[in-house]
């Protein structure tokens, strides 16, 4: 019985998040909301609250590394930004055709994003997509294929999506590994769109608008090489001393707090604020974090009643076949977030079942990574994009779904010919 109020709770809420708007209230809300019911059902039905709570405390410790690693992350991305150090990557574009500029923003948007994040890619792109571009159809279509590029960016990259990034937090997939493995489907992800739809801008010449200067350009570039460098530092840190990755991403904050405290030493009180960490940190999607957690809290409970063992045995029974099911949870991932199918994968099937680089995990990054793409609000990158865009939901259906659908089928068709190659 507890078991099915647990499912009932966790799909209620799954509900009101995917009609936030219609209800008016914050995901992130509805998301703590269902992960603390989903549990509290879990301990009202527990014939031992000392064992319930060991069980909670386990999974809210790996939560919470998934939570610290995304602070530090997004922290010193907001101190790159707030310093100027995006535009100094990005004002100097003034191609003469609107074609060269899809290539362009796509390609900077694509590894921006592996080394980033593709949530912030796709936000600083489609900001400077926006103040560069005059029409507004223009730039949806550009923001669409951000969205693609971004997301495909991501998946091959341990830093660039969540997902990927809980795989390997969780030792499902080793970076180096992940990076081998997955970059050149994801390539082919992003290049389809890209080519279709700069063939649509083939003629069209570019007519840049007009962008105010960057302030602080010296230190804009001191912060930019510093955070990258710090951020690019994080695989290696683990890789060395085999300590869990968020280890390495409070040490970089750490390192970049220190170097923004010496530049800024001599100035007045009111710009050290403007420029310091404490002042990124009030900055940084904070509501995005919160709904992570709940939404993590949510699917532990479900794997503590048994309900991702139960799911994963049916997908083995039913589907019989890794790439099916990897494919089916890839275009799931369109319909809801990718952060608790991942988790859930996680929690369904075991390292005894498949390994640490298995190719199940590989594959799982790559078709949850892209396949929220075909659907504007299938990913976080997304659902900010639509925000900025004003992207309705039908366009993006019609006129850049089907080219995100094209685009992971055949990143799925090179992935899986690569396996059958090199093994």
């Known amino acids: 019985m507890a078991t099915v109020i647990v499912v009932l709770v966790f799909v209620a809420g799954y509900i009101a998040i995917a009609f936030e708007h219609r209800f008016r209230l914050d995901k992130a809300a509805t998301a703590l909301i269902t992960g603390v019911l989903c549990w509290l059902v879990y301990f009202v039905q527990s014939a031992s609250p000392d064992a319930s709570a060991d069980a909670l405390l386990h999974h809210v410790g790996s939560i919470a590394s998934i939570l610290f690693f995304l602070l530090g992350a997004m922290t010193i991305v907001e101190l790159i930004d707030s310093h100027g150090g995006f535009d100094i990557l990005t004002k100097n574009i003034a191609p003469k055709k609107l074609s060269t500029l899809v290539w362009l923003i796509s390609t900077i948007t694509f590894f921006l994003s592996a080394f980033l994040d593709n949530l912030t890619t796709a936000i600083v792109m489609t900001s400077l997509c926006s ?19 971004a997301n495909a960016g991501g998946a091959w990259s341990p830093l660039g999506d969540v997902t990927t990034t809980m795989l390997w937090i969780g030792g499902q997939i080793t970076a180096i590994n992940i990076i081998t493995a997955t970059i050149a489907p994801s390539l082919v992800v992003c290049l389809v769109p890209t080519y279709i739809i700069a063939r649509r801008y083939k003629k069209l010449p570019f ?27 994080v695989p290696l840190f683990k890789t060395i001393t085999h300590m869990p990755p968020f280890m390495g991403m409070l040490l970089a904050l750490g390192i970049i707090w220190a170097v923004t405290a010496v530049i800024h030493a001599g100035k007045e009180p009111e710009e050290k604020i403007r420029f310091s960490v404490s002042n990124a940190l009030q900055k940084i999607d904070t509501p995005s974090i919160l709904f992570f957690l709940g939404i993590l809290l949510a699917v532990s409970a479900l794997e503590v009643v048994g309900v991702l063992q139960s799911s994963a045995l049916w997908l083995q029974t039913t589907l019989q076949n890794d790439y099916i099911i990897g494919v089916s949870i890839g275009v799931l991932s369109a319909l809801v977030d990718n952060v608790p199918l991942v988790a859930a994968a996680q929690g369904m099937f075991s390292s005894s079942q498949f390994a640490t680089d298995h190719a199940f995990w590989q594959f799982l990054a790559l078709t949850t990574g892209t396949g929220g793409s075909m659907i504007i609000i299938g990913s976080a990158a997304g659902v900010a994009v639509m925000g900025i865009e004003h992207i309705q939901f039908g366009w993006y259906v019609r006129k850049i779904g089907w080219l995100a659908a094209l685009g992971f089928a055949l990143g799925v068709c090179v992935f899986i010919l690569q396996q059958a190659v090199f093994g």
């Not at 007519?207 to 350009?217: L, Q």
């Not at 230190?219 to 951020?231: A, D, M, N, P, Y």
């Open 131 to 149: 103040k560069i571009l005059a029409d507004k159809e223009h730039r949806l279509w550009f923001a669409g294929l951000i969205v693609i590029a």
């Open 207 to 233: 007519y840049k608008k007009d962008t105010e200067g960057t302030e602080n350009t010296k230190e804009g570039s001191v912060i930019l090489f510093t955070g990258i460098g710090l951020l690019l530092f």
